[in-house]
């Protein structure tokens, strides 16, 4: 059964929290108040909604390229290995 995959809103959430246990972690002495929190909140969202947006346009021209790309190799002639290494 395929997964579902996280909503966009859960990516930002995860990937703000490993960024600011990270920073715990490391101990760095960086003062980090709820409003940064929250902006580096905000900018994951946005960044990965644009990305979606863009994975919208992207994927389907790939395909096509893909499509394309076999239906041109199956028009290419296969090279019979007899005809080439025939030492008689």
Known sequence: MPEDKPSDEEMAFK???LYVSEISRKGEKRQMGLDTIINAYFYTLLR???KRKEMEYIEPAVKR???ELASSLDELPIPQMDDQ???D
């Open 15 to 17: 990937l703000v929290s």
């Open 85 to 87: 290494f025939n030492f």
């Open 48 to 50: 990965l909604k644009k």
């Open 65 to 67: 390229e893909e499509e």
